[in-house]
């Protein structure tokens, strides 16, 4: 098992140069043009909160949610080379580690408001084991904001197009497989993991959250204006976003 995870941190140890350049410009399309708009919304205020952001990166979210006012953001993530980037940036409210966010053992029991999870869950080959450590390190009536590939997309299928590269339709199959997904990102091998829509729901209830929304996002018109490439998002999901509460405060 020690041999898979480090297999999986080294995937991620050569991607981080290509990563962090594309980060530093800004992120990519999905995130600036999309994702981020309904993430910061999912968060809501977040002015005075202490948030944990599980697989943080380079910490680019962690750097949005302090700007925001969070009285003070941790990020966890286990490329060094990632923390490393983190740090150069890093302010007076936000601090960040190396670690597996499979096993958060140095976080005590209810010392967060708000956890996030930026497209990690489809990295981690036990993401139960996250959503159990987050509960945990969740004050009551906390909340927990994960964003990850729609499992109708992290199946693994891609476009069907015609032989001139006009996409057609995205292909579903193998949704019921769930398990290791292989594919190239900025040029580099890398796995995902695939499970269905029920095996995630199951285990956010199990450990406890309850759903309190279920975001698909897709693209504004005015943000399509910016970035035509992402036409389309207005076709099939790509991502989802689970809000998650443990405790049941409305
Ligand atoms: C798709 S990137 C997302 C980074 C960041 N959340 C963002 O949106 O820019 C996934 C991140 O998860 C990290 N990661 C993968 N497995 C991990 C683990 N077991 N523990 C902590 N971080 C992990 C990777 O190093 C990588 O930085």
Redesign the pocket.
């Known amino acids: 098992m020690a041999n898979r995870y480090e297999k999986?941190?080294r995937e991620?140890i050569e991607l981080a140069p290509h990563?962090i350049e594309v980060?530093r410009q800004g992120?990519d399309v999905v995130?600036k043009g999309m994702l981020d708009a309904f993430m910061l919304a999912a968060c809501g205020d977040v002015a005075g909160l202490r948030i944990l952001?599980?697989?943080?990166?380079?910490g680019?979210?962690c750097r949005m949610l302090a700007t925001k006012g969070a009285q003070y953001v941790f990020g966890?993530?286990?490329?060094p080379l990632?923390i490393e980037a983190a740090r150069e940036l890093q302010s007076d409210n936000d601090e960040y580690v190396v670690?597996?966010?499979?096993s958060l053992e140095l976080i005590e029991d209810g010392s967060f408001d708000l956890a996030v999870s930026?497209?990690?869950h489809c990295?981690?080959p036990d993401f139960e084991a996250n959503v159990h450590e987050v509960f945990r390190v969740l004050k009551d009536n906390g909340r927990f904001i994960a964003a990850n590939l729609h499992p109708m997309r992290s199946a693994g299928c891609g476009w069907c197009c015609t032989p001139d590269g006009t996409k057609q339709h995205v292909i579903l199959d193998n949704y019921f497989a769930e398990g290791e997904r292989n594919f190239k990102m900025m040029g580099i091998e890398v796995t995902n993991f695939h499970r269905t829509l029920s095996s995630y729901m199951r285990a956010f209830l199990s450990a406890g959250f309850r759903l309190e929304d279920l975001i698909e996002p897709t693209v504004t018109p005015e943000a399509l204006d910016l970035y035509p490439e992402l036409d389309d998002e207005l076709r099939v999901p790509n991502f989802i976003i689970y809000v998650l509460r443990k405790g049941n405060q409305l």
């Open positions: 999986l941190q991620w990563w980060s992120g995130r952001d599980c697989g943080c990166g380079e680019r979210f966890v993530d286990n490329c990632m670690g597996d966010v499979q930026y497209l990690n990295d981690l």
